[in-house]
Each structure stands twice: as structure tokens, then as C-alpha cells.
Nanobody, 126 residues
């Protein structure tokens, strides 16, 4: 049974940083695309970032970021720990949302993801 578990959320002031972690069990996610999505109250779910499979050479790089987080967030993979990280810097109040980790077969933020975590709250406020 595949299980994704997010951690690392919390409350931070504007300009601060948080690192989210997504750990997984059931099988290795080295051969899946893993993404972070977020959903703020009253808004649609938004793709934040994704990282490609370790066995695929992506011509334009193996990470994608939404315009709203580009330059501030960084996604990375630690295969030995079965963990995907989302380092979030220079956080803004508009980054407040529930963040979800997801895994799927296709590289991009507009594809269907087959496995999802339960989500973790991130609140950015003064």
C-alpha cells in the first residue's frame, strides 16, 4: 500500500522559511514524478512544484515551479531516505494553504496524480 505523509508545516512570519517533507512507503518513488500542490481556503488547488523520475533525462531540467513560487521554493529528492523536500523561502501571506504531496507518472503540474498525502497546513502571517 502506497502511503505519502507530509510534515514540516507550521506558522511563520512573512519573509521566513519552512521545509516540507514528503515521506513515502509502499514502493520507491524514484520512478514516479512527485509534486507539491496547495489549496487555500476558497481557492482551487494549485500546482506548486514537481520533480521528475531519477531514471529519465528531462531536456529542460527535472524540476518545474509555478510562477508564484519560482525563485523562492526549491524541490529536492533524497532517495536514500525516501523523501521529497520542498524548501520554502521568503514566504508571503499568499503562500498560506494546505500543502499536499502527490505522486504520479507524468512530469508536469497539470496532470493527474494517482497518490496523495493528507496535507499539512502552512500559515504565513505577521
Amino acid at each position: 500500500q502506497v502511503q505519502l505523509v507530509e510534515s514540516g508545516g507550521g506558522f511563520v512570519q512573512p519573509g521566513g522559511s519552512l521545509r516540507l517533507s514528503c515521506t513515502y512507503s509502499g514502493f520507491t518513488l524514484d520512478y514516479s514524478v512527485v509534486a507539491w500542490f496547495r489549496q487555500a481556503p476558497g481557492k482551487e488547488r494549485e500546482g506548486v512544484s514537481c520533480i521528475g523520475r531519477v531514471d529519465v533525462d528531462y531536456s529542460s531540467g527535472n524540476t518545474i515551479y509555478s510562477d508564484s513560487v519560482k525563485g523562492r521554493f526549491n524541490i529536492s529528492r533524497d532517495s536514500a531516505k525516501n523523501t521529497i523536500y520542498l524548501q520554502m523561502n521568503n514566504l508571503k501571506p499568499e503562500d498560506t494553504a494546505v500543502y499536499y504531496c502527490a505522486a504520479g507518472p507524468y512530469f508536469g503540474l497539470n496532470y493527474y496524480y494517482t497518490h496523495w498525502g493528507q496535507g499539512v497546513q502552512v500559515t504565513v502571517s505577521a
